[in-house]
């Protein structure tokens, strides 16, 4: 099984404030979810129509938020994970037509302004020590992204400087090798 893209994004928001963000993702309100969708769209014919939908997952206490394309956002209390198929690697090496890493960026950036947020953490989202926070955002543990962020330091180390040295050259086979928490310091305020 190959390893995908996911970013965790700590949040504040009620189910009031879910509502009016799948409203506000349905009118194009956030720009950056945008952008990407109208770049993969020719991918996804299925897609054109395709609305933000809210499901609730009952057995893990989490909203999930599936748009178009296969972006999603699934919410915990604390925590917001953005999921998509793009795989991982595709994400660290940023080597498709697609400017993946830059989008996913993109949009980290503009739910974390959304959120109140000053970071977010890429990780992918199984077959490494990293993508074990995933069970933190479940209603059994239900953790902060601060809690996610400490674990991630005392269990893995230090986060990459750079996105791209997470990748680890084996020769004929390449690791995953850490995690990356973006503070957008090339973005400007």
């Known amino acids: 099984m190959g390893m995908n893209f996911t970013c965790y994004i700590g949040h504040k928001l009620n189910g009031n404030d879910l509502s009016r963000m799948s409203n506000a993702l349905n009118s194009g309100n956030f720009k950056s979810v945008s952008a990407f969708i109208e770049e993969i769209l020719p991918y996804n014919p299925e897609d054109v129509n395709k609305k933000w939908k809210t499901e609730f997952d009952s057995i893990g206490g989490t ?12 919410f915990s209390e604390h925590v917001c994970m953005i999921d998509h198929y793009t795989r991982w690697i595709t994400f660290i090496l940023n080597d498709l ?14 739910l ?8 977010s953490i890429y990780v992918p989202d199984n077959a490494t020590k990293e993508s074990a926070i995933l069970d933190f955002i479940w ?24 996105i791209e040295d997470i990748y680890k050259d084996c020769g004929d086979y390449w690791e995953s090798d850490g995690y990356f928490i973006d503070y957008f310091k090339d973005y400007t305020q």
């Open 63 to 74: 909203v999930c938020l599936n748009g178009p394309c296969g972006l999603s956002f699934t």
């Open 97 to 110: 037509e697609v400017n993946f890493r830059a989008h996913f960026r993109n949009i980290a950036y503009e």
């Open 112 to 119: 974390s302004r959304y959120f109140e947020s000053s970071f």
């Open 139 to 162: 209603d059994d543990e239900n953790r902060s992204i601060d809690y996610i962020k400490d674990w991630l330091l005392t269990k893995c180390g230090d986060p990459k400087l750079n």
